[in-house]
Antibody, heavy 124, light 108 residues
Framework: EVQLVESGGGLVQPGGSLRLSCAAS????????MNWVRQAPGKGLEWVGR??????????DYAAPVKGRFTISRDDSQTTLYLQMNSLKAEDTAVYYC???????????????WGQGTLVTVSS | EIVMTQSPATLSVSPGERATLSCRAS??????LAWYQQKPGQAPRLLIY???TRATGIPARFSGSGSGTDFTLTISSLQSEDFAVYYC??????????FGQGTKLEIK
């Protein structure tokens, strides 16, 4: 069974940092392009960033609101994805979902596997 | 950046009836369009990819159509478990992968 389990969310002050983790199982993690998607309370879905597999180049891309503040990384040996969030703002408050492209391909990258999400609250 | 616009924002339909949800892209996304369903307190679930291909385990009452800029998700004979929020997403021009703002399907 394909499974993604996020952790690391919580309350952080504006300007602070937080690192989210996503433990993956049930698929070949090293081959998967991985994403983070967030959802502010009562709002829609917003793509945060994507990290390609090492075979795909291993590069990351980010949405404009988080570029320069957030960093996505992966440990293929631990089948874990990370999201390092720095200089956090109130508008970063959201549920953060880890999303894997498992059945899709780099040319057809639909989001077919989602974690349950972890809540990040940025407030003083 | 491609902007995805869904309509209507809220759709009220009776159980057993058909629901038609729309999604429009600000420029062509070919058929690289997915639909997701999200129920309260749950993560989104992939329903449709490639504009019209049902994901694994998705019932046949869900169908998708369209190409280019205009897309439709149709749910025939609504069941109680279908009342949820639906999002479209383009993955033709990325990054970013842009989502629509969602359509809430509610019981009439």
């Amino acid at each position: 069974e394909v499974q993604l389990v996020e952790s690391g969310g919580g309350l952080v002050q504006p300007g602070g940092s937080l690192r989210l983790s996503c433990a993956a199982s049930g698929f070949t993690f090293s081959n998967a392009w991985m994403n983070w998607v967030r959802q502010a309370p009562g709002k829609g879905l917003e793509w945060v960033g994507r990290l390609k597999s090492k075979a795909g180049g291993g590069t990351a891309d980010y949405a404009a609101p988080v570029k320069g503040r957030f960093t996505i990384s992966r440990d293929d040996s631990q089948t874990t994805l990370y999201l390092q969030m720095n200089s956090l703002k109130a508008e970063d408050t959201a549920v953060y979902y880890c999303v894997a492209i498992v059945s899709g391909t780099p040319a057809d990258p639909y989001f077919d596997c989602w974690g349950q999400g972890t809540l990040v609250t940025v407030s003083s | 950046e491609i902007v995805m616009t869904q309509s209507p924002a809220t759709l009220s339909v009776s159980p057993g009836e058909r629901a038609t949800l729309s999604c429009r892209a600000s420029q062509s996304v070919s058929n690289n369009l997915a639909w997701y369903q999200q129920k309260p307190g749950q993560a989104p679930r992939l329903l449709i990819y490639g504009s019209s291909t049902r994901a694994t385990g998705i019932p046949a009452r869900f169908s998708g159509s369209g190409s280019g800029t205009d897309f439709t998700l149709t749910i025939s004979s609504l069941q109680s478990e279908d009342f949820a929020v639906y999002y479209c997403q383009q993955y033709n021009n990325w990054p970013p992968y842009s989502f629509g703002q969602g359509t809430k399907l509610e019981i009439k």
